[in-house]
């Protein structure tokens, strides 16, 4: 999941430096562990998919979202996310599909 490089984020091209990656990968660590141990709290899930979307890591967010998705396959919100993130990874085939 770990998928911390350069993304093309609001028109930009951001680059990480040392230490922000850091961060950054010490931030991914900590919401990986607590949405493995809470895969049923909402809120957790969705600040754990808006924290990764906002810092442009589609598939960090990506992932997030198939885990609610797995649950509840017909929640048209997270089906609207998984839209979302699927366009900005380029993955323009069917976003509904698992």
């Known amino acids: 999941m770990r998928t911390i490089h350069r993304h093309q984020h609001a028109g930009r091209l951001r680059t990480f430096s040392k230490d922000e990656k850091d961060d950054v990968f010490a931030a991914c660590r900590l919401l990986e562990g607590e949405v493995a141990r809470h895969p049923d709290d909402e809120m957790l899930l969705k600040a754990a998919t808006q924290a990764y979307f906002t810092h442009g890591l589609y598939t960090n ?24 993130v699927s366009i900005q990874i380029g993955a323009y085939e069917d976003p509904s599909s698992p």
């Not at 967010?61 to 979302?84: E, M, N, Q, S, Y």
């Open 61 to 84: 967010a990506l992932h997030v979202i198939d885990i609610k998705l797995a649950r509840t396959p017909d929640d048209v919100t997270w089906l609207f996310g998984k839209g979302c």
